[in-house]
């Protein structure tokens, strides 16, 4: 029984992290710019939102589309609490 509880902390990263490796590889490609570039914006937005709110850093999402007239930056960042409502 208690393995079974346990079997959940045990997950094989190595997929899920290779496929948010190639997520950023397709995801600079398209912007034509640095992986380095990519990191930085998303470090940078996460600083800004985690003054405002508490996020799931696991789960960000930043992509770039193409799309009319150009392209779009798009960022998912999951919202864990918002401590200071009344304040936002």
Same mark, same amino acid.
């Given at each position: 029984m208690i393995s079974?509880?346990?079997q959940g902390f045990r997950k094989n990263h190595s #997929?899920?992290?290779a496929k948010k490796r190639l997520?950023?590889?397709l995801v600079t490609d398209k912007a034509d710019c640095s992986p380095e570039l990519i990191d930085r914006m998303k470090d940078d937005m996460i600083r800004v939102i985690s003054?405002?709110?508490r996020i799931d850093r696991e789960g960000i999402e930043v992509k770039i589309v193409? #799309?009319?007239p #150009?392209?779009?930056l798009y960022a998912a960042f999951p919202i864990l609490d918002i401590p200071n409502k009344g304040i936002c």
């Open positions: 079974a509880v346990f #997929g899920s992290l997520k950023v590889v003054k405002y709110m193409n #799309g009319r #150009g392209m779009a």
